[in-house]
């Protein structure tokens, strides 16, 4: 089994940045984020292969950039010129290696954006 740990969230005003850490507790194959805002489906936010190939929803494309730290089994979100539709609670997720239809997940952290 594989623990997910998040951090990094919190308030901040419109055009403001946060960065999202979400460490795993063994290599993990492809990592990435959803959201989700009360109401809404999660959304697919992004997500970075074990080489670093990234994709990105259109809504976050050009202000957030997705990286991992492979020694560190963590996957960052850098999330720039914040908007008050950012506001959700972000999930990580990662896949086995082994197992590639297994998925895990961290426990959410909240983004509010607000002024």
């Known amino acids: 089994q594989v623990q997910l740990v998040e951090s990094g969230g919190g308030l901040v005003q419109p055009g403001g940045s946060l960065r999202l850490s979400c460490a795993a507790s063994?290599?993990?194959?492809?990592m990435g984020w959803y959201r989700q805002a009360p109401g809404k489906e999660r959304e697919l936010v992004a997500t970075?292969?074990?080489?670093?190939?990234?994709n990105y929803a259109d809504s976050v494309k050009d202000r957030f950039t997705i990286s991992r730290d492979n020694n560190k089994n963590t996957v960052y979100l850098q999330m720039n010129s914040l908007k008050p539709e950012d506001t959700a609670v972000y999930f990580c997720?990662?896949?086995?290696?082994?197992?590639?239809?297994?998925?895990?997940w961290g426990q959410g952290t909240q983004v509010t954006v607000s002024s």
């Open positions: 997720y990662a896949r086995s290696i082994i197992l590639t239809t297994r998925r895990y």
């Open positions: 970075i292969t074990s080489t670093g190939s990234t």
């Open positions: 063994r290599s993990v194959s492809t």
